[in-house]
């Protein structure tokens, strides 16, 4: 009788033991799963949450301007817009193109091909597909603020030269960069980006690009262009 009542005992302290082990096992995944979220992939998750939150919008710096001796200005800028397309969320991205592509006036074969040739940049960042936006540009972005929330205003300084082609053939003139240059500059040009192309704009183009800034945006109504942020621009004396 004693032998049954003594397993009796031991019968529930063994389960006990094994539930307690179980149990704490399972805390300590727990408790491993926890430190792992909140210290060591903490930057990590962090990023990620000020990307959702957060755009990150460029702010590219005007040109140098371009002096003679006598400190008068030989070439210029006059401020612009260009259209910036985000592209965090792809599906909206191709669902929202033909209407895009009526709206600013830019054929669907060629925004497919801009986003071919971007392919290779992460989707949080914006690429350019105008890069000069006119007043019926600037209306449609307006406009269509809550339907088309892809679209950005970014604002950017063209080249102004002397009136009747004075000195053209000195000065050169800047255009968009091309896929050999985008492949041969190690990452610092990308698609859309204005450089040198002859002449002296082509000869000084690194120091006349100044240093590119960006600023956030925390809300897709916000305009591009109400925060002109700090750009660097170099002036160059001939």
């Known amino acids: 009788m004693s032998y049954w009542f003594g397993n009796d005992n031991r019968l529930p302290q063994q389960r006990l033991a094994i539930v307690s082990y179980v149990i704490v096992g399972m805390v300590g995944v727990l408790l491993i799963g926890f430190w792992k979220l909140q210290v060591i992939d903490s930057d990590k998750f962090l990023q990620w949450a000020e990307r ?53 006036g830019i054929s669907l074969q060629d925004l497919k091909e801009q986003l071919q040739n971007s392919r290779n940049l992460k989707n ?45 053939h000195a000065s050169g003139y800047v255009g968009e960069v091309s896929e050999q240059q985008i492949e041969a500059s190690n990452g610092r040009f990308r698609p859309g980006d204005f450089v040198g192309k002859s002449g002296i704009e082509r000869q000084y183009n690194d120091p006349a690009r100044g240093r590119e800034q960006r600023r956030k945006r925390s809300r897709p109504s916000a ?15 001939l």
Do not use: C, W
């Open 124 to 168: 949080f960042q914006p690429i350019v597909i105008k890069p000069e936006a006119s007043k019926a540009d600037v209306a449609f972005i307006e406009s269509h603020r809550s339907d088309i929330p892809l679209l950005e205003m970014l604002m950017v300084h063209r080249r102004r030269y002397l009136p009747g082609g004075f000195m053209s």
């Open 52 to 104: 959702n939150r957060v755009r990150s919008i460029p702010v590219i710096a005007p040109r140098g301007r371009m002096l003679d001796r006598d400190g008068r200005v030989l070439v210029d800028n006059y401020p612009s817009f260009s259209v910036l397309l985000l592209r965090d969320d792809p599906a909206q991205v191709e669902k929202n193109l033909p209407a895009i592509s009526e709206g600013l």
């Open 223 to 237: 305009h591009a262009g109400s925060d002109p942020g700090q750009t660097d621009s170099a002036h160059h004396r």
